[in-house]
């Protein structure tokens, strides 16, 4: 891992990638990250090197269309180049994410899609399975792909409408072409987005040639720097590939520094994954929320929060715990059970607000009450932890 890229050499091209994923909707983030991205175009721009802006999917979330509009906005408030489809773009319905994308200036990449032929929706004229950004006089391949479990990874299959995804061994067929397809029109700096998880990342990485990075997103991992056979392998044409991912929840953003030679092999790289605590919100991006949702109410002020876990899926979260203890006080119950799945954020001290009650739970999921036994309970707990330790 370089610490510093050398910018005397002008025989080379040097880029930096200002990276996201999984950000679901996420709207505080989104502002925060608004901010992020624009000291990115100062680098670049002070430092006089090529620039792009990527997103391995999954920024939209859920059937709320305000949240999903707030999110295409993002995209191109911050000149977003190119995103791939996470499963979250199709939470809504296809159809409806056509309509959300269709004037959108960032560019939506499906390359292991397959479309209906009676396709009424037409996603299939928003999608492409690559594209050639060219900066600087500099052309650079960018490759989306979908996870082969897409249909599982949707509320049902009917928000496909007929949508179908590739297995792995036929993505990384068809991924070999696609990068083949691009050389032969001069293209040797590819990149790949990719929401197929950290697994199948490093397996295209050791099957397909000609790829040079991988920004990965889907199974949430926070990938910092750069380690051999962890997330830099090389290719079978003795080149590197390096792998990188920025979490969940639009809590990290990436940018990745990379030096390329003559024939487009990486020389120099340096990758680092950031807070996007550290950054403020921005006002512009507060402003294109409050046009879809309308000024938020102020609901409540916290004094003090707890560190949020790192695996909020299966460690104690004690911001699950205040959103329990919310709903048994609301329908007066004994106990309150909440889905992990459906908490996609955290809360911070100072005020909450509406927005940031939608953040947090985005998914319009029904509370109910039932009356069982203290056997039943603790049986069908016992069952859910049994499944859980599988």
Request: with cysteine.
């Amino acid at each position: 891992e370089s610490e510093n890229i050398n910018k005397t050499d002008n025989k080379k091209t040097r880029l930096s990638i200002f990276y996201i994923n999984d950000v679901h909707g996420q709207m505080p983030r989104m502002e925060q990250l608004t901010s992020a991205s624009l000291a990115h175009d100062v680098f670049v721009k002070s430092n006089n090197i090529d620039g792009l802006k990527l997103s391995s999917g999954d920024i939209l979330l859920g059937s709320n269309k305000n949240v999903n509009k707030t999110a295409v906005s993002f995209l191109n408030l911050n000149n977003i180049n190119a995103s791939t489809l996470g499963n979250h773009e199709f939470d809504d319905n296809a159809s409806n994410l056509a309509d959300h994308i269709k004037n959108s200036t960032t560019k939506f990449l499906g390359m292991n899609l397959n479309f209906p032929e009676n396709n009424k929706h037409k996603l299939n004229n928003k999608i492409v399975k690559s594209t050639i950004e060219e900066v600087n006089g500099n052309k650079y391949g960018i490759i989306g792909i979908q996870p082969s479990s897409l249909s599982a990874r949707v509320k049902n299959n009917s928000k496909l409408e007929g949508i179908t995804v590739d297995d792995d061994e036929q993505t990384i067929k068809e991924l070999q072409e696609e990068v083949s397809s691009l050389e032969k029109k001069g293209i040797n700096k590819i990149i790949l987005l990719s929401h197929s998880g950290k697994e199948m990342d490093q397996k295209i990485a050791k099957n397909v040639e000609g790829i040079d990075v991988i920004l990965g997103g889907h199974s949430h991992d926070l990938i910092q720097g750069i380690k051999e056979n962890e997330n830099l392998f090389i290719s079978k044409r003795n080149e590197p590939i390096i792998i990188t991912q920025a979490g969940r929840d639009g809590k990290n953003f990436g940018v990745l520094d990379i030096v390329f030679d003559n024939n487009g092999k990486i020389i120099n790289a340096k990758n680092e994954v950031k807070d996007t605590n550290n950054y403020p919100k921005n006002i512009i991006m507060q402003f294109i929320g409050n046009k879809f949702f309308g000024n938020p109410n102020v609901i409540g002020n916290i004094s003090y929060i707890d560190k949020f876990p790192n695996n909020p899926l299966i460690e104690e979260n004690p911001f699950a715990s205040f959103i329990a203890d919310a709903m048994k006080n609301e329908l007066d119950c004994d106990i309150a059970l909440i889905n992990s799945g459906n908490l996609r954020g955290a809360f911070t001290e100072g005020e909450i607000t509406s927005r940031d009650i939608s953040s947090i739970v985005p998914f319009d999921n029904k509370v109910m009450t039932a009356y069982v036994s203290e056997k039943d309970l603790v049986d069908a707990l016992y069952y859910l932890i049994f499944l859980a330790s599988k």
